[in-house]
């Protein structure tokens, strides 16, 4: 049974930092984080190919947020810096096993097989 943990949200002031931590287990073609604020649809953020370590941003946290993995660990982060409030929201950890076929394209979470239980992230003005 695949399992993804989330850790690392919390509140901050506008400027500020967080790290977001992704427990996963097996080897998953590509995780990525999307995140979804009370009455909006869920957006990706960003993504890592866990083979060849590509990585892809949404422009809107493009230059400030970075998507990592440490294979050792099993374990993917996304760094948080100058936050805005705007990046208030729930933030969910996913991962898709296998590769298989893509309908919709990585950025739809539809494509996306399993999902961590959030961790909620608020950025104070």
């Known amino acids: 049974q695949v399992q993804l943990v989330e850790s690392g949200g919390g509140s901050v002031q506008a400027g500020g930092s967080l790290r977001l931590s992704c427990g996963a287990s097996?080897?998953?073609?590509?995780m990525g984080w999307f995140r979804q604020a009370p009455g909006k649809e869920r957006e990706g953020v960003a993504r890592i190919y866990t083979g060849s370590g590509n990585t892809y941003y949404a422009d809107s946290v493009k230059g400030r947020f970075t998507i990592s993995q440490d294979n050792a660990k099993n374990t993917l982060y996304l760094e948080m810096n100058s936050l805005k409030p705007e990046d208030t929201a729930m933030y969910l950890c996913?991962?898709?096993?296998?590769?298989?076929?893509?309908?919709?394209?990585?950025?739809?979470?539809?494509?996306?097989?399993?999902w961590g239980q959030g961790t909620q992230v608020t950025v104070s003005s």
């Open positions: 996913a991962a898709r096993y296998p590769c298989g076929w893509v309908e919709y394209g990585w950025g739809n979470p539809s494509e996306y097989n399993y």
């Open positions: 097996g080897s998953p073609y590509i």
